[in-house]
């Protein structure tokens, strides 16, 4: 089992987002790009949906604080 369905990829001069799903269609992860660049919000999920990490890029290094969560064991 594929852990994804695909990737969308709008860049244009370096400037966009790629996103990741899974096969069940959610969004596995988000980077957006900037001058060819990671720069802004990066987002990753659990299958699930719920969130795996999130942070900040500036200039293509991770910049601020970043969280990470752990899935709950049920």
């Given at each position: 089992m594929?852990?994804?369905?695909?990737?969308?990829?709008?860049i244009?001069?370096?400037n966009?987002v790629?996103?990741?799903?899974?096969?069940?269609?959610k969004?596995?992860?988000?980077?957006r790009?900037?001058?060819g660049?990671?720069n802004?919000?990066?987002?990753?999920?659990?299958?699930?949906?719920?969130?795996?990490e999130?942070?900040?890029?500036?200039?293509?290094?991770?910049?601020a604080?970043?969280?990470?969560?752990?899935?709950?064991?049920e």
């Open positions: 594929a852990l994804w369905q695909g990737k969308k990829k709008v244009v001069d370096g966009g790629i996103e990741e799903r899974f096969e069940n269609g969004l596995m992860n988000s980077t790009y900037q001058g660049l990671k802004g919000i990066y987002e990753a999920y659990y299958s699930s949906g719920n969130v795996r999130k942070g900040q890029y500036l200039n293509g290094k991770k910049d604080s970043w969280e990470e969560r752990f899935p709950s064991k």
